[in-house]
């Protein structure tokens, strides 16, 4: 049953908006109630009543985060999340239990679980739970790329910084490191160049000796290579 607790911050809540949950329970009454109070705080909600049905609504709907009890019928959440983690290592996953045994605590250890929760579930354990699911994906889906001597590039917010200081790139510039950076291991012909960083504008010699000598200044020395006639490279030892 859900009781009242703590509301967590409003930037954890608009994050929580934007994530699908799978939620699998077998007790009917703990089901509706803990689905109808998340409906108002997740994107969707997929309901199951056993593991055997859960594992079926994650293939059909591959949700963002799976909420699942222990001891259920048929398939239980162990066995469930175990058939899940053989395909997905990467799914957070949250176990809701009344069991406070060290076997299945043990057992869910070694399923990667982000959280638990021990019933009785409050709505404060869930979105706390929810939460820590929020920044685990962030972290997976979030590019972010180590160059040379503290450099960082963040394709994800099109970034990049020094010692943790932004550094400031104009369109071109991100569009030219980025393309050479996705390339890092080969070179970078100039007809990608043209067709990935200048589109339908010519690339004039002068335009990208103004591109290359601006972001040399704001990069490590010789990360950029040139080889004549032919296009632009990264250093192959980042």
Not at 23 to 36: L, N, Q
Not at 132 to 137: A, E, P, R, S, T
Not at 144 to 168: A, M
Request: charge should be neutral; proline fraction near 2%; charged fraction near 30%.
């Amino acid at each position: 049953m859900i009781e009242k607790g703590e509301i967590i911050e409003t930037i954890a809540l608009e994050k929580i908006k934007k994530i699908s949950v799978l939620y699998v329970e077998d007790e009917k009454y703990i089901r509706e109630k803990v689905a109808d109070t998340l409906k108002y705080y997740v994107k969707n909600i997929y309901v199951s009543k056993d593991g055997q049905e859960g594992y079926k609504t994650y293939q059909e709907k591959s949700p963002d985060v799976i909420l699942c009890d222990i001891m259920m019928p048929i398939t239980n959440g162990i066995e469930m999340i175990k058939r899940i983690r053989e395909i997905d290592s990467k799914t957070p996953v949250v176990m809701i239990t009344a069991h406070t045994d060290k076997k299945y605590l043990l057992d869910a250890v070694k399923l990667h679980l982000e959280n638990y929760i021990v019933k009785p579930v409050t709505l404060k354990d869930l979105l706390n739970a929810l939460s820590l699911c929020v920044n685990k994906i962030h972290q997976m889906n979030s590019e972010i790329y180590s160059l040379l001597n503290g450099y960082r590039f963040d394709l994800d917010h099109k970034v990049l910084t020094y010692k943790d200081e932004s550094i400031k790139l104009n369109k071109k510039e991100y569009m030219f490191l980025e393309l050479l950076y996705k390339n890092r291991h080969r070179v970078v012909y100039y007809e990608e160049l043209q067709e990935n960083v200048w589109g339908d504008s010519v690339m004039t010699d002068n335009a990208i000796r103004s591109v290359v000598s601006s972001l040399r200044k704001k990069l490590p020395k010789n990360l950029i290579i040139n080889l004549s006639g032919i296009g632009y490279r990264l250093d192959y030892d980042i």
